[in-house]
């Protein structure tokens, strides 16, 4: 089939090209427009109870809708509670009042409360809340913020959920310019090291250029219907970078051996595509089943960056089946116009290789490939224990720091400390009240009217018990209230108050009551010192313990609350993908190479360097070492998301190695029958590649580690670590270990799975007649009943290419 698609190809090429290009065009205009159809949210479980309560709130309180924060500061000045100052502040925000797009403002001048006066009383306060959405209120900011005339003396900066959504907005769109800036040239450097040409590098480089404005393009159309996060836009830059990269990569290097072989630009093509363009098929699947694992989880922001990582897996791998082999068509031998001199490459290092193989089998004849990876295959295994087990305990060890992991969701900090939203709001959590601004919510439905005596007493019980839990700093509401010194009121007296005429209650209680009290339902709040910890959550969950009484159902909601069931979900539809990814790569690999066992090797050693690297992320972004060096504040805890991402991309991406590496060892153990020489082969061909795509991979993913989000930031570090070791220790070193040790067992399948892949025909086998292949001088190999391999199918049944005169 890859065959037939390599010469339609060939035959249609600028028609081919050409589509391919017209699309990308097209797509580039809907993907210029994606940003503004993302949304900075989705930090949520949507059938969680924070979620239910925060539904109320908006429909029968009118609350949950956006907001801003804006905060005046007066240097020098302690009076921000005096009419004076006040008074200034009801002028900077006058024009507000008339904005359709203010639901209203809100401050010490109209609630009296302390919570908008700083506790050095330089400083206060107001609320301003909009009557758009979340997602809408970003572009509202800078027009509200042109409305507000700075009082004379003051400074004022803005907060709150929309500056802070524009902030992260603005910063993920810097980061990535950023990161695109820094990795493309990196990329191309390495591409020229591997290359030698200027043509050769540059195609990869502009197959990733089609590619992510397609993806994003989809993403547009996607968004209209569901909810996608912010986060989506990058995590499509840094794979479509990565894979389009390594994928061109793979496709280039096998187009230009073909041709160094004598095949003509027609042969060369449709061997390309039946080989790597199959692997990069399978490869480009596997990454995208592993993110399609995301799915399965309920919290949009998750579930989001699985459809756009999903997305710009299909788009690499239908770029490298469609436009590079046109392009390749087109070009035939001019792949390598434009030549660069490598300093790097000495032919010593194949000497050397060759002298390695020859160890391996002194009765052999030279090959025409080798170089350092034989000669590291070489020795390891020789000495396959002496490697294995040191390397097994460094892993591991690695690992311990994420034993004790800390999960958490991000906020205001995940912004760099300079950003002026970010410095507000800090000023509000550090400077004011504390809690004030980030309450739990807990709504309480009652039978009846909530003012009646029962009812009053049944509610004053249950908020003396929510006042009693320990972090509890008060619970404000109606049914706490407090003298003018600020000290709690009687039952007694709340009581006659509560159930007096409402001419007879001071106004200020009348108020409280059209605020928190809709029919049956009362809207208490419980105030922690210590809001967005783990105490907090700690806390939520205490709150949810307490029985509120006969007659009385709670529900417990706010960004704490939030927190501890998108955690709560996370934790629980875990297991659920991590099993679906694993069967799934398990069976791919399964039908990829007939074997059992190395489905089960290949998923170890990818859980060995994940474990190695997730360790490291708990090492530097939660407990801070290096963070002076990589320029951030330590959270004190783990992005939730990021674990699951890193897991997700990872095995989908160690995939690429896995199967070029083992092609090619398979290849060689079809025409040996010997395991060491098989693996001494494969990494002697594979290793240049694989190591030129490694470098690719993880200097995208590095340069994503400039950036300023913490999200981000965190995700490109723990990411480029995976790669890296992914991409020596576990293939340099583990894979010709542990082959060693196997022996022909890597090779074993029960009788009728192996020839039920057989017949499935996804056994990838390159070609027979390639005009370097080695021999080792061993004649044809015994039959293993053991390990029996498939008869070669495809390409690799065609009669050998005459030698060329």
Same mark, same amino acid.
Request: charged fraction near 10%; proline fraction near 2%.
């Given at each position: 089939m890859f065959a037939r698609w390599g010469r339609f190809v060939y035959r249609r090429r600028r028609w081919v090209a050409a589509l391919a290009v017209v699309v990308a065009a097209v797509s580039l205009t809907f993907a210029s427009r994606t940003s503004s159809v993302l949304s900075t949210g989705g930090w949520y479980d949507p059938s969680s109870q924070s979620q239910k309560v925060a539904a109320q709130l908006a429909a029968d309180f009118g609350q949950g809708g956006s907001s801003m924060v804006v905060l005046f500061t007066a240097p020098g000045r302690t009076d921000a509670a005096s009419p004076a100052f006040q008074a200034q502040i009801g002028q900077a925000v006058a024009g507000l009042k008339s904005d359709p797009r203010v639901a209203s403002v809100v401050g010490y001048a109209q609630t009296g409360s302390k919570a908008f006066i700083s506790?050095?009383?330089?400083?206060?306060? *107001?609320? @301003?809340?909009?009557? *758009? +959405?979340?997602?809408? %209120?970003? +572009? *509202? *900011?800078?027009?509200? $913020?042109?409305e507000i005339h700075a009082p004379s003396g003051m400074t004022? %900066?803005?907060?709150? +959920?929309?500056?802070?959504a524009q902030a992260q907005q603005n910063q993920s769109e810097a980061d990535l310019s950023q990161a695109e800036s820094v990795s493309l040239p990196i990329a191309l450097f390495i591409l020229l090291l591997v290359f030698g040409s200027l043509v050769a590098a540059g195609l990869p480089l502009t197959v990733a250029g089609l590619t992510i404005p397609t993806a994003l393009g989809i993403v547009y159309f996607v968004a209209q219907h569901t909810l996608m996060s912010i986060f989506v836009t990058s995590v499509i830059t840094m794979l479509g970078l990565a894979l389009a990269i390594d994928y061109s990569l793979f496709m280039v290097s096998r187009f230009r051996e073909e041709l160094a072989c004598g095949a003509t630009v027609e042969e060369a093509v449709e061997r390309t595509v039946a080989t790597s363009g199959k692997a990069v098929t399978f490869s480009g699947t596997a990454v995208a089943i592993g993110l399609s694992g995301l799915i399965l989880f309920r919290a949009p922001t998750i579930s989001s960056m699985g459809i756009g990582g999903a997305l710009i897996a299909v788009c690499s791998v239908v770029y490298a089946l469609t436009f590079l082999p046109a392009v390749l068509s087109i070009l035939g031998p001019r792949v390598e116009r434009l030549r660069v001199p490598n300093p790097f490459r000495r032919g010593s290092a194949r000497a050397a290789g060759v002298d390695a193989m020859a160890e391996l089998a002194p009765e052999a004849a030279v090959p025409a490939g080798g170089g350092l990876w034989a000669r590291i295959a070489a020795g390891v295994m020789a000495r396959p224990v002496v490697v294995l087990v040191p390397i097994l305990a460094m892993l591991l060890a690695f690992g311990i720091p994420f034993l004790g992991e800390k999960q958490g969701l991000p906020g205001a900090d995940v912004l760099p400390a300079t950003s002026e939203a970010r410095i507000a709001w800090d000023a509000i959590q550090n400077d004011f009240p504390a809690g004030q601004s980030q309450p739990i919510d807990v709504l309480v439905k009652v039978q009846g009217d909530p003012l009646s005596a029962a009812n009053v007493a049944a509610l004053q019980a249950y908020s003396e018990r929510l006042a009693s839990l320990r972090g509890v700093a008060a619970v404000s509401g109606p049914f706490s209230l407090t003298n003018s010194a600020g000290q709690p009121l009687a039952m007694t007296q709340v009581s006659a108050l509560l159930t007096a005429p409402p001419s007879q209650r001071p106004a200020a209680l009348n108020g409280m009551l059209a605020a928190d009290v809709r029919g049956s339902l009362v809207h208490l709040q419980v105030i922690t010192p210590a809001p967005g910890t783990q105490a907090a959550q700690d806390l939520v969950r205490s709150i949810r313990a307490i029985n509120p009484g006969p007659g009385i159902s709670a529900q417990v909601g706010g960004l704490d609350a939030s927190t501890v069931d998108f955690l709560d979900a996370q934790n629980a539809q875990l297991p659920i993908a991590i099993v679906y990814i694993l069967a799934a790569m398990a069976l791919m690999l399964l039908l990829q190479f007939g074997s059992v066992v190395l489905p089960i090797k290949a998923v170890v050693m990818t859980m060995l360097s994940l474990t190695a690297s997730f360790g490291a992320l708990v090492w530097i972004f939660q407990d801070g070492n290096l963070s002076q060096f990589l320029g951030f504040q330590a959270p004190g805890m783990t992005i939730a998301i990021v674990p699951i991402l890193m897991f997700s991309i990872i095995f989908g991406l160690s995939m690429d190695y896995e199967v070029l590496l083992l092609s090619r060892i398979q290849e060689a153990y079809r025409r040996t029958g010997d395991t060491r020489l098989a693996v001494a082969d494969g990494l002697a061909r594979t290793g240049r590649v694989i190591t030129g795509a490694a470098l690719i991979m993880v200097s995208v993913f590095a340069a994503f580690g400039l950036a300023q989000i913490i999200v981000i930031k +965190?995700?490109?570090?723990?990411? %480029?670590?995976? @790669?890296?070791?992914?991409?020596?220790?576990? $293939?340099?070193?583990? @894979?010709p270990a542990t082959m060693r040790l196997l022996g022909r067992a890597a090779w074993w399948a029960p009788s009728r799975l192996s020839g039920l892949t057989g017949r499935v025909g996804f056994s990838h086998v390159e070609t027979d007649y390639e005009c370097d292949a080695p021999d080792y001088g061993l004649g044809e190999p015994a039959p293993d009943k053991r390990g029996e391999l498939p008869a070669p199918r495809g390409l690799a049944n065609r009669p050998p290419k005459p030698a060329a005169s």
């Open positions: 506790t050095s009383g330089n400083a206060s306060w *107001v609320l @301003v809340n909009l009557s *758009v +959405s979340e997602d809408q %209120a970003i +572009s *509202v *900011v800078d027009g509200i $913020r042109s004022v %900066a803005l907060t709150g +959920s929309a500056p802070l +965190s995700l490109g570090i723990g990411m %480029a670590i995976a @790669v890296l070791i992914d991409a020596t220790i576990i $293939r340099a070193l583990l @894979v």
